[in-house]
C-alpha cells in the first residue's frame, strides 16, 4: 500500500489595512510552476512575469470572499484579477508565496520569558577536598 499526498491549500487571511477581511483560499504550486516562474521571490517588474503570476493565481484559486462595490460576490477568476488594482493582486502573490514558502506568521503572544531554573539557583562552591582514609 503507497502513500497518497493530500495537495496543500492555503487560507489566507488579511487583518490589516484596506485589504482587512478578505480571505483567499488557494492550492499550492508545484515546483515545476515555481522554476517556470523563476522562484518564489519572482522579479514582479518583469510585465511578462505579473502576467505569469495572474494567471498561475487565477487557476489556483478555490474561492475568496470578495465583493463588488454593489456587494455582489466577484467570481475567482482571471478576469476578475485584471479588473483589480495592481497592489490589490500582488499583495494576494506575495501573502501567498509567504505561505508556501513557509513564512510562518509571527505569534500570537509573545512567549513568556520563564523562571530561573533550579539548576542556576544551586550554590556552586568548590567542595573541600576528599581526605584519604
Given at each position: ?66 465583493e463588488d462595490e454593489n456587494g455582489a460576490p466577484v467570481p475567482p477568476t482571471l478576469e476578475a484579477l485584471k479588473n ?50
Open positions: 500500500m503507497g502513500y497518497k499526498r493530500n495537495p496543500k491549500v492555503y487560507k489566507l487571511r488579511f487583518q490589516d489595512g484596506d485589504m482587512a477581511g478578505l480571505e483567499v483560499t488557494l492550492r499550492s504550486v508545484s515546483v515545476g510552476q515555481v522554476i517556470e516562474l523563476g522562484g518564489l521571490g519572482a522579479d514582479t517588474s518583469n510585465g511578462e512575469t505579473v502576467e505569469q503570476m495572474v494567471e498561475l493565481l487565477a487557476e489556483r484559486i478555490v474561492e475568496w470572499n470578495l483589480e488594482d495592481l497592489d490589490f493582486v500582488l499583495a494576494i502573490i506575495n501573502e501567498w508565496t509567504s505561505a508556501a514558502a513557509g513564512v510562518s506568521a509571527p505569534l500570537e503572544t509573545p512567549s513568556p520569558s520563564g523562571e530561573t531554573s533550579l539548576e542556576a539557583s544551586l550554590p556552586m562552591e568548590v567542595l573541600s577536598p576528599s581526605l584519604a582514609s
